[in-house]
């Protein structure tokens, strides 16, 4: 599950990887034809001072790779393509420091240098995935025009003179995705009236729907950029009469000669001989994440086969995006014995209950991960292994950046069409057709449930406790409604009575074994009309006696901590960061705090970042966690306080300061404990009395400090926070592993407001 940061370019690299080869059962069936290659000349161009010469950069296409010569020249092979493609290049570990762009045609010339690297960082977005070659080359020549653009080249030579060797690399340096996105997202804004715009509510907001046809047929009318199946029962009968595939619209907008230039395409249109009778139509997209893993790719049922439709679409976009080149492959034609990830689905279903098309387009690639040889062979191509392997792991690290950061800067989802007729809509559109001599009589459509909210009375809980979940919906018809819980343990309970629209149902549950669970409900009408799944809800289950424990490995690297039990805030120039490559023990995530980056600019002195949990404490517990901090002169705290309002009263307080590990007295100054190295992990463990208001300090499993006063007098402690201050600066502060007993949490969101005096180291 730690692979969120290296996921999203796998798709250069599959037509790249060594496990691309033809089967001999199928040697009867040759493999397409190479993909075309052309030949690339150009120049690498560096600012001054970089501290790195030509001879040590090499330059890597999809295709192949090239040493740079000492003026800067090179020459390679690569894809020829209808859009732009990226190239990049690296230094003599390989990792990148700049990046360029090949234009159509053959004999190109493709410079490289900060610009083409500031250019190459906003094309390189999922939010131009359905854009054409001229859309995309109007993008390139309009980004003179930004002075945004000017300052993120700016920006990027710094980076190259001060830390060259890091300067694409999106947990050192984020500042400059961040640039590249808001740009991004300036351009797609400043193109709302052209044809760079291309989502239409009208189209993406109506279902598929049923038409008459002469003789027996009928025409079935996609409005949509997705497939959908289609299942066909006569009425009253067990048996299917068929199960088809509607076709999906390529693209949202065709030209035309005459006014207006731009229109929106017509709904595809699939023609079926229906026949007299009365029909129960039923339609889906697929996705249906209530179903088993087995059957999630299974092309005998309606879900299934649009399951796999759309997720071949899914990849042939990102090849698209990524190399400039949309295979021609049918979409059909996905081998079927893909390797079902119980995680990647699961992730993947929270994602389109939160209808996050950045995450989901990251579950995309990382289900192509899991599934490269089979993946490959169906995209088969001939290429370079060696540098395709090299040029796609680098940019799958440079695209995670701007991913990540996409999801920071609320990118409007509407502006991916595909993903976006995904998630939206209805799941389920059932249908009920009646065709008497070739004519249809009936045509009546179903509307299924609005999605489900479900509530509980608690997020974080023990083994074995039953915990009350709610759960309402409405439907627009009036229907009554049955509910069906998922408990994230590969548990599900069965659907309930149905109940009127809009009534709340109560259900329990409880959990045998610890861990953390994703909680969904998918709501049914009377005729069978199914719902969205709801918002998930986590769930986190402690063993008996630990009601907060916290280790951040659920969470997105290069964002804040998303799940329970904690509340994030920051104060710019300082920065939250979950970190996947420090970490306590051999794996998982830790969380990070900085406030010293060379581009991010700002009074470092004003800023704070801090994450807080609101508890209620008992009056004995213990607190666990390990720390470490980047370098000496950094400082970085860990405290509990009874918060009422405006005002608070501490109780035990620890932070790194000056070098050394102090405790903070009942006389408001710093008592050093012991010295520390940088760069190394400390064990704590706080065992707090709250009755005598005095606690004891262990590290690294010895007892350091007995009786430590409390720096305040609390009748409870509500409020446990991690900070880097507001009046200190903190390069870097990590924590890990936080293990709370003898306090519950209360809620997930923050319930009071922190004073500002809390960002400080005293109070």
């Given at each position: 599950?730690?692979?969120?940061?290296?996921?999203?370019?796998?798709?250069?690299?599959?037509?790249?990887?060594?496990?691309?080869?033809?089967?001999?059962?199928?040697?009867?069936?040759?493999?397409?034809?190479?993909?075309p290659t052309q030949t690339i000349s150009g120049t690498l161009t560096l600012p001054v001072s970089s501290g790195i010469s030509n001879n040590e950069i090499k330059v890597y296409s999809a295709s192949s790779s090239t040493n740079v010569n000492s003026d800067g020249t090179y020459q390679l092979a690569s894809f020829t393509n209808d859009k732009p493609q990226i190239i990049l290049a690296t230094n003599s570990s390989n990792k990148p420091i700049l990046l360029g762009f090949v234009l159509?045609?053959?004999?190109?010339?493709?410079?490289?240098?900060?610009?083409?690297?500031?250019?190459?960082?906003?094309?390189?977005?999922?939010?131009?995935?359905?854009?054409?070659n001229e859309q995309r080359l109007s993008i390139l020549n309009s980004l003179d025009n930004y002075p945004e653009f000017n300052k993120l080249v700016n920006d990027i030579t710094t980076l190259v003179q001060l830390d060259v060797n890091n300067v694409l690399d999106h947990s050192i340096h984020p500042t400059i995705f961040q640039e590249a996105a808001q740009i991004a997202k300036?351009?797609?804004?400043?193109?709302?009236?052209?044809?760079?715009?291309?989502?239409?509510?009208?189209?993406?907001?109506?279902?598929?729907?049923?038409?008459?046809?002469?003789?027996?047929?009928?025409?079935?009318?996609?409005?949509?950029?997705?497939?959908?199946?289609?299942?066909?029962?006569?009425?009253?009968?067990?048996?299917?009469?068929?199960?088809?595939?509607?076709?999906?619209?390529?693209?949202?907008?065709?030209l035309q000669f005459g006014w207006p230039p731009i229109i929106i395409t017509q709904p595809t249109e699939t023609t079926y001989k229906l026949g007299d009778g009365s029909y129960n139509v039923t339609m889906t997209k697929g996705f249906d994440?209530?179903?088993?893993?087995?059957?999630?790719?299974?092309?005998?049922?309606?879900?299934?086969?649009?399951?796999?439709?759309?997720?071949?679409?899914?990849?042939?976009?990102?090849?698209?995006?990524?190399?400039?080149?949309?295979?021609?492959?049918?979409?059909?034609?996905?081998?079927?014995?893909?390797?079902?990830?119980?995680?990647?689905?699961?992730?993947?279903?929270?994602?389109?209950?939160?209808?996050?098309?950045?995450?989901?387009?990251?579950d995309f690639l990382d289900l192509m991960l899991a599934n490269s040889d089979q993946i490959c062979y169906w995209l088969w191509q001939d290429a370079s292994a060696e540098a395709g392997r090299i040029f796609a792991s680098q940019l799958l690290e440079i695209m995670g950046g701007i991913d990540e950061i996409l999801k920071g800067i609320d990118f409007v989802n509407e502006d991916l069409p595909f993903l976006y007729d995904m998630v939206e809509g209805d799941r389920w559109i059932t249908l009920q057709l009646t065709q008497e001599n070739g004519v249809l009589t009936t045509n009546i459509i179903n509307h299924s449930p609005d999605k489900p909210v479900v509530l509980s009375n608690m997020v974080m809980s023990q083994t074995n406790v039953p915990i009350n979940f709610q759960v309402y919906s409405t439907d627009q018809d009036g229907d009554n409604i049955s509910y069906r819980f998922h408990w994230g343990d590969e548990q599900s309970s069965d659907w309930s009575n149905f109940s009127s629209s809009g009534e709340t149902v109560s259900l329990n549950y409880s959990y045998s074994t610890p861990g953390r669970f994703i909680v969904t409900v998918e709501a049914k009408d009377i005729r069978g009309g199914i719902s969205q799944l709801s918002d998930p809800l986590i769930i986190t289950i402690n063993q008996p006696g630990t009601?907060?424990?916290?280790?951040?490995?659920?969470?997105?690297?290069?964002m804040w901590p998303s799940n329970p039990p904690f509340y994030s805030e920051q104060l710019d120039p300082s920065y939250l960061n979950v970190e996947n490559s420090v970490v306590f023990g051999g794996s998982g995530y830790s969380c990070a705090f900085y406030d010293a980056d060379p581009t991010i600019g700002g009074n470092t002195?004003?800023?704070?970042?801090?994450?807080?949990?609101?508890?209620?404490?008992?009056?004995?517990?213990?607190?666990?966690?390990?720390?470490?901090?980047?370098?000496?002169?950094?400082?970085?705290?860990?405290?509990?306080?009874?918060?009422?309002?405006?005002?608070?009263?501490?109780?035990?307080?620890?932070?790194?300061?000056?070098?050394?590990?102090?405790?903070?007295d009942d006389y408001g100054q710093f008592q050093e404990i012991m010295t520390i190295q940088p760069e190394r992990w400390y064990k704590m463990k706080l065992v707090y009395n709250i009755s005598n208001l005095t606690y004891n300090?262990?590290?690294?499993?010895?007892?350091?400090?007995?009786?430590v006063p409390f720096a305040g007098n609390p009748g409870t402690l509500n409020d446990l926070q991690i900070v880097a201050f507001s009046d200190a600066n903190c390069?870097?502060?990590?924590?890990?592993?936080?293990?709370l007993t003898g306090a519950k949490l209360n809620s997930i969101k923050k319930s009071t407001n922190i004073p500002y005096s809390a960002t400080k180291i005293k109070q």
């Open positions: 599950m730690k692979r969120i940061s290296l996921i999203l370019l796998l798709l250069a690299i599959l037509p790249l990887l060594p496990g691309c080869k033809k089967k001999s059962s199928e040697e009867n069936n040759p493999p397409q034809p190479p993909i159509v045609g053959l004999n190109t010339s493709a410079q490289i240098n900060v610009t083409s690297t500031a250019k190459a960082l906003i094309l390189l977005n999922p939010v131009f995935i359905y854009t054409t300036g351009i797609l804004q400043n193109s709302k009236s052209s044809s760079l715009h291309v989502k239409s509510p009208k189209q993406t907001l109506e279902n598929p729907w049923v038409e008459d046809a002469p003789g027996d047929d009928v025409v079935f009318k996609n409005p949509k950029t997705v497939y959908f199946g289609a299942d066909i029962y006569p009425s009253g009968s067990q048996t299917r009469k068929d199960l088809i595939v509607l076709d999906a619209k390529s693209s949202l907008i065709s994440f209530s179903q088993p893993i087995s059957s999630f790719f299974d092309l005998n049922t309606v879900h299934g086969k649009a399951t796999l439709c759309n997720t071949a679409k899914t990849f042939l976009l990102a090849m698209d995006l990524l190399i400039g080149y949309y295979p021609t492959v049918p979409v059909t034609n996905l081998r079927l014995d893909l390797t079902q990830s119980a995680y990647i689905l699961e992730k993947m279903g929270i994602d389109f209950a939160q209808k996050d098309n950045i995450a989901l387009f990251k009601l907060f424990q916290y280790n951040f490995d659920y969470d997105n690297v290069g002195a004003n800023a704070y970042a801090y994450i807080d949990a609101n508890i209620t404490s008992e009056s004995y517990g213990t607190l666990e966690f390990e720390w470490r901090i980047k370098s000496l002169n950094d400082n970085f705290g860990v405290r509990a306080w009874q918060n009422i309002g405006t005002w608070s009263t501490m109780g035990y307080y620890v932070l790194f300061i000056d070098g050394a590990i102090n405790y903070y300090i262990y590290i690294d499993n010895v007892l350091k400090v007995s009786q390069n870097t502060g990590y924590i890990d592993n936080i293990n």
